[in-house]
């Protein structure tokens, strides 16, 4: 029996985690163990543990980490707790391997908590590219201090075997995100509106604007640009707003939302909708906007547009249905007007199939064992 360890610190996280979690629970050979940290344990962004316990799994460990002050020394501060709250619960759950996914910093204390505490790292959508914020290096340093990996796409495997990883531990395995939108029946608007406590607008628009930490500003003059194009937008059209994360900034950012939504009948802010009402809501809006990686990953499977603002995402693989523009005034607007008659009902998602939590769980059933994992050489690229 293998003990795997999964740490979530934010909402968007835990969506993609999920379905891993719930196969690794389900698999004979395989105990999980859920560690629990970030924004998770925050009331300011929804306190959105309660749906991890809602759901049904069982938290281990509770990592809380101050995340109130977004300053660097204040994200510093937080990292640290973090750091020595991982070591303490993985010292303590003795997990045969530690699961992360993505570029949060986080992610980062995390699998430098399993480095000191001798855990083996699988790590799931690495080699991704997001030229626009500093996760990009979160990212790859994740990638060497991992064990195993887990990649969303043939181009992603191929940028974690360039940095020097063992190609035999790579495995391309798709988004677990779209598993959940495979196995989660369509909601009917009735039902979703009853959700929300709201109703649905003639046209709407899911909105997620998260701070730009390469930006000198954290993306503060984005956001504005932003909302200033929707303002050009008619009443009908409903904005549904979740809030950005706990990167540097958000403070700022959650400050000009507020001012600007208190005054307008149109729009719809949530500190965090929910797995359920998220996926819900993107099977109902017209379009995706922001600069968001769920614009990228899990709506083209809606078959709806993106409109991915500025370079947060820059160089992520991307479908068809992502229009990519600057973050401008008239650009968004003109990203929103060509949103309107852009058709997607062929497009294809290229994070994968549906299935990548079968096959991340079918590699964590023959782990190797813990000494083995943790020996790591450099495997040269030939030229």
Known sequence: MSRIAVVTAGRAEYGLLSPVMRAIAAAPGLELLTLVTGTHL??????????????????????????????????????????????????RLKPDLMLVL?????????????????????????GDITEGAFDDGIRHAITKLSH??????????????????????????????????????????????????????????????????????????????????????????????????????????????????????????????????????MGHVDAVVGNSSSGLYEAPSFRIPTIDIGDRQGGRLAAASVIRCAPTLSGIVSALAEAETLDCSKVINPYGDGHASERIVSVLNTLADRRSLLAKAFHEVSA
């Open 102 to 126: 993505g570029d949060r910093f986080e992610s980062l204390s995390a699998v430098q908590a399993a480095m000191l505490a001798g855990v083996p790292v699988g790590h799931i959508a690495g």
């Open 148 to 281: 195993l990996h887990f990649a969303t796409n043939a181009q992603s495997a191929d940028r974690i075997r360039q940095m020097g990883e063992d190609p035999a531990r790579v495995h391309v395995t798709g988004s677990p995100g779209l598993d959940v939108i495979r196995l989660s029946p369509a909601m009917d608007r009735t039902a979703l509106e009853a959700l929300l406590g709201a109703p649905l607008g003639d046209r709407n628009l899911l909105v997620t604007f998260h701070p730009v930490t390469l930006a000198q500003d954290n993306g503060l003059s984005q956001f504005q640009a932003l909302l200033a194009a929707l303002d050009t937008l008619p009443a009908r059209t409903v904005k549904w707003f979740t809030r950005p994360n706990a990167d540097p900034g958000h403070a700022a950012l959650n400050a000009t939302l507020d001012a600007w939504a208190g005054t307008r009948s149109d729009v719809r802010v949530h500190a965090s909708l929910g797995q359920t009402r998220y996926l819900g809501l």
């Open 42 to 91: 925050e009331p300011a962004f929804g306190e959105t543990v309660q749906a991890i316990t809602a759901d049904g799994f069982h938290v281990d460990a509770r990592i809380p980490m101050a995340l109130g002050d977004d300053s660097p020394a204040g994200i510093a501060a937080s990292m640290g707790l973090a750091l020595s709250g991982l070591v303490e619960a993985l010292v």
